[in-house]
């Protein structure tokens, strides 16, 4: 394809993402297909010739379109945001078109120093201690996601205690986290060879709005150790997935480092809230872990994918990951003056991730991210208010961030079961609308509703009219339920 070609189809889909992004309320935001749609759809095998863009763009249009749930859809309010922006599309873009494979720093040079860069740049809005950026010793790096992150982290603190006890001792070594923690940490410890019934999914309760007791997490090391069972590794969150709890840090590193544990800290959703000072305290005490992370793909405007993970000892990565043959050494290299991220991640090859977060960063400002924020947090706070105006309502845990946890109830006392049935239906009525997509979680046996704030697109009109969407679906379903109202 030559340059006036290859410009003519670009303009053709940035018009068409243009297009796209501004008709979006159009589409129901939960798509409606039915599994195995699409193959009914497209030939069985390949074309033999070349498609013209205009024949690929009308299957988009008709084939694929149709089986998309729509994840910047101004009424998305599943699971937790994946909010892009038109920098963040625009950064991606750039990447792509340079293709470049950043896996040591002679591979692309301005790869690797823009990421150093843009990290201690992200660092620094967070207020996180210096020992964590590059400038006070630590270090950032930019991963896929949390799952790598994990793998990552209990690879290193894998490694390391078991140089202090030695290699065969592995099956000894135990994970600790809450029963709120994302499942991805079970499926990491497995990956590094942990036994998964060495993971401690520690107790939570309502009362303690689902976050992790130090004083629970200390009994079960202590019952650990007794046994001779060796712990290894503790992950900490801010803002879990089920309800956005915060698991209080200060006193948690207190613990796991009387034991000799790897701290880790997962802010994959709530740590983006943190370069706002307002919110800068969940984060307290992050100073006696050892790595934190955060997903800038949710909640921070940058695509997917963009994991932040922050490392006080890059030292203890490089140990375990480091891979240096003689095809890959170069002067630079062996100087021992550069960094190779190659030898901080799973996989050689890298994309040129920075990119975008940069763009992101430049082209809004702090200023103007921390107002974004700020916006999503208001409009779920009053969402939060209009559930706790209406008494077939109630919040089921205090609102941190920008996530309302909230079910319908019933005002005559009755099993939980049935009242989590009528929950299910209620969702289900609501997604099946297509003019709102809702999640839910079961915690403590309670089925709960996650009005989850954080689109792009995402106005106070919207807010107003899912609530009305919500109303409307509850007034039938309390008309099927009455016998318990």
Known sequence: MNSDEFRRQGHMLIDFIADYHSNIEQYPVLSRVKP??????????????????EEIMKDIQTHIIPGITHWQHPSYFAYFPCSSSTAGILGELLAAGFGVVGFNWEASPAATELETIVMDWF????????????????????????CEAFIVMLVAARDQKLAEIGKDKIGKLVVYCSDQTHCALQKAAKVVGIRPGNV???????????????????????????????????????????????????????????????????????????????????????????????????????????????????DALKRSLSTNPEYLRNQASDSG????????????????????????LRSYGVA?????????????????????????????????????????????????????????KLLERVNGSGRVFMTHALVGGIYLLRFAVGSTLTEAEHVMEAWKVIQEHADAIQGDYKHLY
């Open 337 to 360: 003056g550069v960094i190779d991220y190659k030898d901080w991640q799973l996989t050689l090859s890298r994309r040129f991730r920075s990119l975008k977060l940069w763009m992101v």
């Open 123 to 146: 660092g620094e809005m967070l207020s996180l201690p210096k020992p964590y950026l590059f400038s006070g010793g630590g270090g950032g790096v930019i991963m896929g996601t949390t």
């Open 200 to 314: 401690r999914a520690v107790a939570t309760t309502r009362a303690a709005a689902f976050a992790l007791s130090p004083d629970s997490l200390e009994s079960a090391v202590l019952a650990d150790v007794e046994m001779g069972w060796v712990p290894l590794f503790l992950c900490a969150t801010i803002g879990t997935t089920s309800t956005t709890a915060v698991d209080p840090l200060k006193p948690l590193c207190h613990v796991a480092k009387e034991y000799g544990m790897w701290v880790h800290v997962d802010a994959a959703y709530g740590g983006s809230a943190c370069i706002c000072p307002e919110f800068r305290h969940v984060i307290d005490g992050v100073e006696g872990a050892d790595s934190f992370s955060l997903n800038a793909h949710k909640w921070f405007f940058t695509t997917l994918d963009c994991c932040c993970l922050w490392v006080k000892n890059p």
């Open 36 to 53: 195995g749609y699409l193959r009914q759809l497209l030939p069985p095998s390949a074309p033999y010739e070349a498609e013209p863009i």
């Open 368 to 424: 103007n991210l921390r107002s974004f924020l700020r916006g999503h947090v208001a409009m779920a706070k009053a969402f939060e208010k209009l559930v706790a105006g209406d008494d077939r309502f109630e919040v089921v845990v205090p609102r941190r961030f920008a996530m309302v946890c909230f079910r319908m109830t019933r005002t005559t006392p009755s099993d939980e079961g049935a009242n989590n049935l009528m929950n299910k």
